[in-house]
């Protein structure tokens, strides 16, 4: 009983979450407060991080019974696991983080609804689409696991799968058929060893997606 309330968080968080992240709201802020725009993109940021605070709680709290603990070299290997997790989220990101936090749409008061950042392929991007989830996965189930660790654990695993999808459906809308093409080259969440970009491939969609942009 005393994890019902940790799984009502998550489920109100990830609804939140994902009804911000929509193009929907933001065309609706577009269209009924266009002075909001330049601040949503670092608001959204911000409540993100400020919402999980009530479920780490909650997760800390009543952690119900353990159920695993890493031991002995297990531990060193989890642990080295999250670490190289870890340096995977410093030299991932493809984007510009000013314009991902939404800092550079507040200085300069730009809104658009449209990406901000562009399409860019960093190296883990040639290997999985979304690698800060990869990354993010292994973090978590390398951790030791009580009651409410599973929960969470597994509620955001789900909600990182269907996140996935979701956040693309936005993706092939800003990048079109570039996108569609990088997705049939490139598992989603897990790395495949038969499946990625060699390094021209990449470069190559790149020069594509550039072109694409001036043509329009």
């Known amino acids: 009983m005393e994890i019902i309330p940790l799984a009502l968080f998550w489920l109100i968080y990830f609804v939140l979450h994902s009804t911000l992240a929509a193009l929907g709201a933001k065309r609706w802020v577009a269209r009924q407060h266009p ?10 940021n911000i409540l993100a991080v400020l919402l999980l605070i009530p479920g780490a709680w909650l997760t800390y709290q009543y952690p119900g019974d353990a159920l695993w603990q890493w031991q002995g070299y297990a531990a060193w290997a989890a642990n080295g696991i999250a670490g190289v997790a870890l340096l ?11 314009a991902f936090l939404g800092l550079r749409q507040w200085r ?14 960093s190296p883990l991007h040639r290997f999985v689409r979304h690698p800060w989830y990869f990354l993010g996965l292994l973090l978590i189930w390398t951790r030791d696991m009580n009651q409410s ?12 799968i269907i996140g996935s999808r ?19 080259c490139v598992p989603g969440l897990l790395p495949l ?3 990625f970009l060699r390094r021209n491939e990449a470069d ?5 997606q550039k072109s694409d942009v001036i043509s329009q």
Not at 149 to 160: A, C, E, P, Q, R
Request: charged share 25%; hydrophobic share 40%; no cysteine.
């Open 204 to 208: 190559s969609l790149l020069s594509k």
């Open 88 to 98: 995977g989220f410093l030299f991932s990101s493809p984007y510009d983080l000013q």
């Open 108 to 121: 300069a008061r730009t809104g658009r609804v449209e990406d901000e950042e562009g399409f860019r392929i």
């Open 166 to 184: 979701l956040e693309e459906h936005k993706l092939l809308a800003y990048h079109g058929n570039v996108y569609r093409e990088y997705m049939a």
């Open 35 to 44: 002075d909001w725009l330049p601040a949503y993109r670092l608001i959204f």
């Open 149 to 160: 660790m599973l929960l969470s654990s597994s509620m955001i695993t789900l909600y990182l």
């Open 193 to 195: 060893p038969w499946k």
